[in-house]
C-alpha cells in the first residue's frame, strides 16, 4: 500500500523506492450524481492524486476486478444498481489493505458504519476534509 499524492519530493520518491509498481495505485471515486463524483474527483486529481471514477458499486467492482489497482475507494452509500456502497465495502474489505471512505447525506448511515471498517464522511462535505482524510487513510494504511 502505497501514498502516491501529494507530498514532498523526497516522500513521493521513497514511496516509489519502498513501492515500486504499487506506487502508481489510483484511488476509486464511486457516486452516481455526475456532478459530485466529477468535481471530487478533479479536486483529488489537482492535488496530485491519480483517481479512477465509477458511478455505481458494480462498475467499481468490475474496474478493480480487472486489475485495476487502486489503494483507496471514496464512495458514496446510496447509488442505483443491485449493490450499494456498504456491499462495496465489504466486497472491498475482501481485498488486501484497501480503505474505504463512505459518504451520504442521511445521518443514520454514520451510525452503521461507528463499528465497521469503513470510514464515514456526512455530505455535504468540504473538499480540504475529503483530501485530509484520504491522506490519513492511506498513511495508516501503509503501517
Not at 465495502?89 to 481485498?95: E, N, S
Request: aromatic share 6%; with cysteine; glycine share 10%.
Amino acid at each position: 500500500m502505497c501514498l502516491t499524492g501529494p507530498g514532498t519530493d523526497r516522500e513521493r520518491a521513497a514511496a516509489e523506492t519502498t513501492c515500486g509498481a504499487a506506487a502508481h495505485a489510483g484511488r476509486a471515486v464511486v457516486e452516481d450524481h455526475f456532478l459530485t463524483r466529477c468535481t471530487a474527483a478533479l479536486y483529488l486529481r489537482e492535488a496530485g492524486y491519480s483517481v479512477i471514477e465509477a458511478a455505481t458499486a458494480g462498475e467499481a467492482i468490475s474496474a478493480l476486478g480487472s486489475g485495476t489497482r487502486v489503494d483507496l475507494v471514496f464512495s458514496d452509500v446510496y447509488m442505483p444498481g443491485g449493490l450499494d456502497g456498504h456491499g462495496l465495502a465489504r466486497w472491498v474489505a475482501q481485498q488486501p489493505a484497501v480503505p474505504v471512505l463512505l459518504t451520504s447525506a442521511a445521518p443514520q448511515d454514520a451510525a452503521l458504519l461507528a463499528a465497521g471498517s469503513a470510514r464515514f464522511l456526512t455530505k455535504p462535505y468540504l473538499l480540504t476534509e475529503v483530501e485530509r482524510l484520504i491522506a490519513g487513510l492511506l498513511t495508516t494504511a501503509m503501517l
